[in-house]
Nanobody, 125 residues
Framework: QLQASGGGLVQAGGSLRLSCTISGFTFDDDFAIGWFRQAPGKEREGISSFSNSDQSTTYADSVKGRFTISAASAENTVFLQMNSLRVEDTARYYC???????????????????WGQGTQVTVSS
């Protein structure tokens, strides 16, 4: 199971940190965590991923340089630090888990078998 949290309302230019708490897997396992978002009327977009297999990270161009993904093994949690937020970042954010950390397309949702319920991020102008 995955539990996403940390969303909220923030002004443009502000920051939020999202958390994805993992149960059923530990950091001794091979997996990848992806963050996705979906705005009303738009397709779901993969924005960042973390591979527990090789500690690699991936970012979509839309968030590169503003968002940072990290992991805290002791907390079984993966974070998404979001800085310099823009109105266009408004969306529901989901974390997802792929049961393999190698050889996947990290921002493609079909790679991920387990999904959390999402957390809403709203950025006001």
């Amino acid at each position: 199971q995955l539990q996403a949290s940390g969303g909220g309302l923030v002004q443009a230019g502000g920051s939020l940190r999202l958390s994805c708490t993992i149960s059923g897997f530990t950091f001794d396992d091979d997996f990848a965590i992806g963050w996705f978002r979906q705005a009303p009327g738009k397709e779901r977009e993969g924005i960042s991923s973390f591979s527990n297999s090789d500690q690699s990270t991936t970012y979509a161009d839309s968030v590169k340089g503003r968002f940072t993904i990290s992991a805290a093994s002791a907390e079984n949690t993966v974070f998404l630090q979001m800085n310099s937020l823009r109105v266009e970042d408004t969306a529901r954010y989901y974390c997802a888990l792929a049961g393999a950390g190698w050889g996947i397309l990290p921002l493609e949702e079909f790679e991920y078998e387990h999904w959390g319920q999402g957390t809403q991020v709203t950025v006001s102008s």
